[in-house]
């Protein structure tokens, strides 16, 4: 079981940066590969980027690729996502997930477990 708390969200210009933290419960962290997701009102919930259990591979969606950067710490049971140059259209609920495949995926059916979400909302 992997309790998940996300944190860092807020309002920010255009053209300026947040970093969301999520905090896992559990000491199996290490052995989950992560995923960040987003939901924007009206919309289904997107993949937004994932890392793997040891943090050798990320995964971008296309639309932030080059913007923000996914990392992790085991020692702290933390992940991380820096969102730099956002943009209005980066606003939604933004979630972490935690899945026991070896490999990040795209789809949120397969995650196990969500956090709460934090908003972010990026002013024009």
């Known amino acids: 079981q992997v309790q998940l708390v996300e944190s860092g969200g807020g309002l920010v210009e255009a053209g300026g940066s947040l970093r969301l933290s999520c905090a896992a419960s559990?000491?199996?962290?290490?052995?989950?590969?992560m995923g960040w997701f987003r939901q924007a009102p009206g919309k289904e919930r997107e993949f937004v980027a994932a890392?793997?259990?040891?943090?050798?591979?990320?995964q971008y969606a296309e639309p932030v690729k080059g913007r923000f950067t996914v990392s992790r710490d085991n020692a702290k049971n933390t992940v991380y996502l820096q969102m730099d140059t956002l943009k209005p259209e980066d606003t939604a609920v933004y979630y972490c997930?935690?899945?026991?495949?070896?490999?990040?995926?795209?789809?949120?059916?397969?995650?196990?477990?969500w956090g709460q979400g934090t908003q972010v909302t990026v002013s024009s």
């Open positions: 890392i793997t259990w040891s943090g050798g591979r990320t």
């Open positions: 559990g000491r199996t962290f290490s052995s989950y590969t």
């Open positions: 997930a935690a899945t026991n495949r070896y490999y990040s995926s795209t789809y949120p059916e397969h995650y196990n477990y």
